[in-house]
């Protein structure tokens, strides 16, 4: 028995004439996350896409759990590909499905006929596999409004498949189909949720990390890998670029006011990630950052930071409460990962009392001590780039 | 690249290059299980004892007495609850200290939450606990107490002879459980001539690899398993014997033994000189007790959070533990039993040695620690 698997396109059916171009970028993610399973063929018929592996042994059930991140997806389901003969679906479903009915104590079955040359009509389908259904398993019952389990048939031009309900896929457009973006990652739970959720909108992630040994520790720097790795999982590879910080903070602790430091670091941060961005052909940066949540994410310090470059910056859980941002590093499993110790290990930067309300010009005055140019170039070269791979389940 | 400077021969200690050849020699050529029934089980069996001979050599004890276990953690886990579980018709009160291995404080709370009472003993601020401290704790119906020989992180020595003898005057029922895990090999230990029942040790701190322990049950005392299975060592801990690691351990056992006493003169040598080079820095207090163990020595560099300096020093491939962890109330529990204040506790650094340190290691480690003192921000007090 052959199986396959159909994903249903998400909102790239949507799109007009340029619908290839994401089609064909969606094919490319799809081959990259199944790297390592095996290899599949691809084909598109409307808005569904055919993925049929090109090798016997591959296993499918890694191949679904593995296409389930790909972003561009609405569902997707495995399905067995039969002869267009009507006791060839009727078996198959009884043998493809079997388990699932026995379990079930209702069903129905739905039908499709884009082959039109087929002798049944899509009503004379339902009713004969429904039928022969019901002799194989006679402990079922029909109901076509709730059913406990729905099967599917669909006769296609050179074959028909069979398959069960529609699993959900990872909805979203396909990453790298709207640009580039940098992703300030610190390590904590946020910003690889941030990431995760404009790779959703098919952004191909690059990602900057700022350390500051020996205040930081080489655990902290791996952490951040491993988070871009899990990242991954959804936004494909991620190319890391870990800045030497050091120098900066030691500078802004020398030289300003002490409930500034963070928020002027903050803005060097973003002064640095721009200037990588432009490097790297970035359009955006993209931050974890969220209202309130702390005292450099009040309304006036995000005002303080924003203004600090010109590019656009991305920040995807300014609206939501932490317990959200949890729900979602969870699911997309990079919660573990983010609340190891090492992040915060040095309090020695941390302001006793941040301000809470800076204003600009007051942040600004504060600024004059340090030399920008200087700071910014020195820790321009001293930047360590490496490509993460998605790290699988 | 510059030599690395390992200054934490107490965390683990480096595999002796013998010690490594002749596990893989035992891996090669005597693969048989020991249980085996051939010649080839035979002489696996044969290199086992052997082994536990050695290892119960360097404390002075029979090979008999002897079980291999996973490390000092299961060895400790076995000896609280094997022990607890063995005489918990005879009473409930347990005795520890507060300065203890997480492997032994951990079971004595699970203890609590069964039922057992347990009793911690503080250290007082120079981290020494006198004997009279754990005896005025201990009941008739104690059954169980248990002691480290050497404080893992500031180094202080008990007398456990005196302790153990003075249990068993009031506590005759007891049983007495030693954590021997970093005076193993370091210390002269003649378990035969005390009053102690059971003894932790661990190979990674010896030069031999990590996977293997031992607890030494003497002669008529009443444990049970921790685990459960075949009849290999006894019954008393089941599973197929790690026949490379154990004869790792053993060797490893033999080159201590020895080295025991040069070694310990030589690393008494580099201790005191190290305390003389650290005169020099103002801004240094010592956290380990006077008579400390020579291999190990604490100390708190004013106003800088122990990790920062500990990544300083690592930089330069120098190596050091710090005593505290970096996420606040996980702090050492050992310096806290002491009641040191807080900056100190945060500022803790752990230096351990080995014999094979030089006097031009230390140089260059005071160099990088001025350095440190003289470069890295400060927290604020």
Known sequence: MKEIILLKAGEIALKGLNRSTFEDRLVKNCKFRLKGIGSFKFTRAQSTMVAEPMDESIDMDDAVDALKTVFGFAGLSQACVVEKELAAIQQAAADYLGEDLRRART?????????????????????????????????????????????????????????????????????????????????????????????????????????????????AKQKVIALCQETGRYAGRIKLHVVGFTKVQEEIRDKCPEEYFTIIMRRYMMKIAERLAQQNGCGALITGESVAQVASQTLYAIGCTDVACQLPVLR?????????????????????????????????FTPRHPRTKPRLHQVLAAEQALDEEALIAQAMENIETIVTYPQQW | MVQEIYLDNSATTQVDGRVVDYIAQV??????????????????????????????????????????????????????FGTAHAKRRRGRRIVTTAFEHSSILEPFKRLGEEGFEPVLVSPDSQGNIAPEDILAQVTPDTILVSFML???????????????????????????????????????????????????????????PKGIGALYIKKGTRIDPLIYGGAQQ??????????????????????????????????????????????????????????AFPYILNLSVEGIRSETMLHHLERERIYVSSASACTKGAASHVLAAMGLP????????????????????????????????????????
């Open chain 1, 107 to 219: 069903f129905k079955v739905e039908a499709k006929r884009a082959d039109k040359a087929f002798p049944l009509k899509s009503p004379e389908i339902c009713t004969e596999v429904g039928g022969y259904l019901l002799s194989r398993f006679p402990h079922l019952q029909v109901d076509v409004h709730n059913p406990d389990m729905t099967v599917y048939v669909e006769v296609r031009d050179h074959a028909a498949f069979v398959r069960g309900p529609q699993m959900p896929g990872a909805g979203g457009m396909p990453v790298g189909s709207s640009g580039k973006a940098l992703l300030l990652i610190s390590g904590g739970i946020d910003s690889p949720v941030a990431g995760y959720m404009m790779a959703k909108r098919g952004l191909e992630i690059e990602a900057i990390h700022f350390a500051a040994p020996p205040y930081t520790s080489e655990h």
């Open chain 2, 27 to 80: 891996m090669r050529e005597s693969y048989g299980n020991p249980s085996s029934l051939y010649d080839m089980g035979a002489h696996s069996q044969r290199l086992l004892r052997e082994a536990a001979a050695s290892v119960a050599g360097l404390i002075g004890g029979r090979g008999e007495n002897l079980c291999f276990t996973s490390g000092g953690t299961e060895s400790n886990n076995w000896a609280v």
């Open chain 2, 234 to 291: 006894g019954g008393l801990r089941p599973g197929t014997e790690s026949l490379p690691l154990a004869c790792g351990m053993g060797y490893a056992a033999r080159l201590r033994g020895e080295r025991l006493r040069e070694d310990y003169q030589a690393v008494a040598a580099l201790r005191a000189y190290t305390l003389e080079r650290l005169k020099e820095l103002p801004g240094i207090v010592l956290n380990s007790p006077e008579n």
């Open chain 1, 316 to 348: 995807p859980v300014i609206g939501m409460d932490k317990n959200e941002i949890v729900a979602v590093s969870r699911r997309i499993g990079t919660f573990e990962t983010s609340i190891l110790p090492y992040e915060d290990c040095c309090t020695v």
């Open chain 2, 150 to 208: 050497v404080n893992n992180e500031v180094g202080s020595v008990l007398d456990y002879q005196a302790i153990a003898a003075r249990v068993k005057e009031i506590a005759p029922h007891a049983t007495v459980h030693c954590d021997a895990v970093q005076a193993f090999g370091k210390l002269p230990i003649k378990i035969e001539k005390t009053d102690i029942d059971l003894l932790s040790m661990s190979g990674h701190k010896i030069h031999a």
């Open chain 2, 342 to 381: 807080a900056g100190r506790i945060d500022s803790a650094l752990r230096l351990s040695f080995n014999a094979g340190i030089t006097t031009e290691d230390i140089d260059r480690f005071i160099g990088q620690l001025r350095l440190g003192m003289e470069t890295l921000a400060r927290a604020r007090s």
